[in-house]
């Protein structure tokens, strides 16, 4: 398993001012994602953070608005820019680790984000 | 096509009771894992329960355990004499090697 730890876990956003959330995992990991669960709803991918390079985003994800660091292999950033109240979520950094035949996921305790 | 599908919205079941959370899958995969999560009110994700396609024996972790029928792609939960800490949503997820796919979530509550 891993052991994920995200900064903040909630915070209270004026509208067009950005948020950067910080996670940070106990081991080197290779793959390390980004998800969005917007109220009542499942978890959406937003991006794969790459260490090195750009991370990869999913259909509908752009860098302008969710840009991504991946400094190292413990440790990785999700700036939401220019928020609005549609970006008002939980954002959930994940791991996977390689276990078994097919790699497990592992979540940090999300950041719950209110913009006004 | 929807990889995962969980057809319970919400479910209640009395204390020190069990209860079965639903999980179909699709996929054409031979090799995959089946996961199920655990999201209480604070937002954080819960890893309860792993199953891998090959493995012959359901998964058991505690009062958690997956009944697997590979056949009919399902993939349900059993919680074993609920307790009042359970109260939660659920969420049944697949991965396949390239992504992880996550069902829509049940919400349990357990009533004293």
């Known amino acids: 398993s891993a052991v994920i730890s995200q900064k903040p876990s909630r915070d209270i956003c004026q509208r067009g001012t950005s948020l950067t959330i910080q996670c940070q995992v106990d081991?080197?990991?290779?793959?390390m994602f980004w998800y969005r669960q917007q109220p009542g709803q499942s978890l959406t991918l937003i991006a794969t953070?790459?260490?090195?390079?750009?991370?990869?985003?999913e259909s509908g994800f752009v860098i302008d608005k969710f840009p991504i660091s991946r400094p190292n292999l413990t440790f990785s950033t999700l700036t939401v820019s220019n928020m609005s109240p549609e970006d008002s979520s939980i954002y959930l950094c994940s791991v996977e680790v390689e276990a078994r035949s097919v790699g497990e996921l592992f979540f940090g305790e999300g950041s719950r984000l209110t913009v006004l | 096509a929807q990889k995962i599908t969980q057809t319970q919205p919400g479910m209640f079941v009395q204390e020190k009771e069990a209860v079965t959370l639903d999980c179909t899958y699709d996929?054409?995969?031979?090799?995959?894992?089946l996961f199920w999560y655990k999201q209480p009110s604070s937002g954080e994700m819960i890893f309860l329960i792993y199953q891998g396609s090959y493995d012959e024996q359901n998964a058991t972790e505690g009062r958690y355990s997956l009944n697997f029928q590979k056949a009919r792609k399902s993939a349900n939960l059993v919680i074993s004499a609920s307790q009042l800490g359970d109260s939660a949503m659920y969420f049944c997820?697949?991965?396949?090697?390239?992504?992880?796919?996550f069902g829509t979530g049940t919400s349990l509550t357990v009533i004293p």
């Open positions: 081991s080197q990991v290779t793959m």
């Open positions: 997820a697949m991965g396949d090697g390239n992504q992880f796919y």
């Open positions: 953070a790459n260490q090195g390079s750009e991370a990869t985003y």
């Open positions: 996929t054409s995969d031979q090799s995959y894992g």
